[in-house]
């Protein structure tokens, strides 16, 4: 019993679990950082405040010093958070506010008249383990050198600071949920067009459903992009797959016609043996495979040619022998007209190649001409040009592409041997551009002209040769 292989199925959500996870995981790094920063920030905001109460205050108490000496008073100033003490040249306190009362010098700091110190961070013997902010200012008073110490507590700072983190260590995570479903909703909302465009394309099984294209958003952005460049690529596919599709029909059709003609043959001769004229029924199966031998070459050669890219074997070509040589087998094999202008050129290329382009050429100038052809050599420009008129119907100027695609025919009540089996052109223009050149169909005021152009090796004046009829 056979085992029924299963398809995984689509992880869907995926990307944007993993979307919204790394802007979540971004945003909390850059979130902690930027705490980190303010918080820091904030502390130094704090101490530097109170760095600037003491000094305002040591330098408001080393005024009245300076004027008043060991009789100022501080009793009524300083408070639980601050303090002030004078501290005379023996280091005997003489005068402080009501919290040190009785206390020594709170820290040992002996700064000249004029001179200011300050200490942050310091724990001073009556705290209760906080730091402080301690300013020194040395002052020369009626009594003598003193010292005006003025402290402030950072027991505020510290509260504060941590009042801070736990409102940011509380808010950041309600920040990152607010961030993650944000950033879910988003992604889903902009990869939705994506998932319908999967599902579109998940449709297409490269058969019948080609003609589907993927649904295009309304945004111009790079989603919108993708979906008109994925339908581009679908169209691309579609006209590919139609070209091969008519190519496959036409040449299965093109092989059927002298496949049942050979079949025909043989079964009259068998029907009625005594009345055979093998001699006659040999030409035509003849005639028959030799059709068949042409057409399997052409697309092998085709075939070749959009897989691989065309062959070639380059050596030094002269082109104008091979004009001369077309002209003259159409001379042999046909009563018209055949005028050439063939100038010495001579090109890089495949000889084999270029001698079929212009046979096909040649070959398609017999069909249509009425009763002159021509076949024109010139070089200029960097490039050799060879030219095949005839004098027929001509081209309608609608349909000078489309000759060029492959089992076309512009006049369709044509017979196929007359009317060959439209990959002459094709091929012939196949090869010109595999040697770098181009082969296209030139208006002209009567009958049709083909241009082909290859890059161009030496090049000398024109000449004219006219051949007549046979």
Request: proline share 6%.
């Amino acid at each position: 019993m056979a085992e029924t292989q299963r398809r995984p199925r689509p992880h869907r959500g995926g990307l944007r679990l993993r979307t919204s996870a790394a802007a979540t995981v971004v945003v909390a790094l850059v979130l902690a950082a930027a705490s980190l920063a303010f918080v820091l920030l904030q502390r130094h905001q704090l101490e530097s405040s109170l760095r600037d109460v003491a000094l305002q205050q040591a330098s408001d108490v080393a005024a009245q010093v300076g004027r008043e000496g060991k009789g100022v008073d501080l009793v009524g100033g300083g408070g639980d958070q601050s303090l002030v003490q004078v501290v005379a040249a023996d280091a005997t306190v003489v005068a402080a506010s009501a919290s040190v009362v009785g206390e020594p010098p709170v820290i040992a700091l002996a700064p000249g008249p004029g001179e200011v110190l300050v200490v942050s961070g310091s724990e001073l013997p009556i705290g209760e383990g906080e730091g402080f902010v301690v300013v020194a200012e040395g002052v020369a008073s009626p009594d003598g050198e003193m010292v005006v110490l003025a402290a402030q507590s950072l027991e505020t700072v510290q509260e504060s600071t941590a009042i801070i983190g736990r409102l940011l260590l509380l808010g950041s995570p309600l920040v990152l949920l607010a961030v993650a479903l944000t950033m879910y909703w988003l992604t889903g909302r902009a990869l939705a067009p994506v998932e319908a465009m999967r599902r579109r394309v998940a449709t297409i099984d490269g058969t019948s459903t080609l003609s589907a294209r993927v649904p295009v958003p309304s945004t111009d952005d790079e989603i919108g992009r993708l979906a008109a460049t994925m339908n581009s690529m679908l169209s691309r596919l579609q006209d590919s797959a139609d070209v091969q599709r008519r190519f496959v029909g036409d040449a299965s059709h093109e092989l059927r016609s002298p496949l049942a003609t050979i079949r025909a043959a043989h079964e009259i001769q068998a029907l009625h043996p005594d009345s055979a004229d093998w001699a006659t029924t040999s030409g035509e199966v003849l005639a028959e495979l030799d059709r068949v031998d042409r057409l399997v070459a052409d697309l092998l050669l085709l075939a070749r040619s959009d897989e691989h890219g065309l062959s070639l074997r380059p050596t030094e070509v002269d082109l104008d022998d091979l004009v001369r040589a077309e002209a003259a087998r159409l001379r042999r094999t046909s009563g018209l007209e055949v005028v050439v202008s063939a100038p010495p050129v001579r090109v890089s290329g495949d000889g084999h190649h270029l001698a079929r382009a212009l046979r096909n050429l040649v070959d398609n100038a017999h069909r249509h001409a009425a009763s002159r052809v021509e076949l024109r050599l010139s070089s200029n420009d960097g490039a050799a040009t060879v030219e095949v008129r005839d004098d027929g119907p001509g081209i309608p100027p609608d349909e000078g592409e489309r000759i060029f695609e492959r089992f076309v025919r512009l006049d369709q009540s044509r017979t196929r041997h007359s009317g060959g089996s439209g990959l002459g052109l094709p091929i012939a223009r196949q090869i010109a551009r595999a040697h770098g050149g181009e082969l296209g169909c030139r208006p002209v005021p009567v009958g049709s002209c083909f241009r082909l152009t290859l890059p161009l090796r030496p090049s000398v004046e024109d000449g004219i040769e006219v051949v007549g009829p046979r």
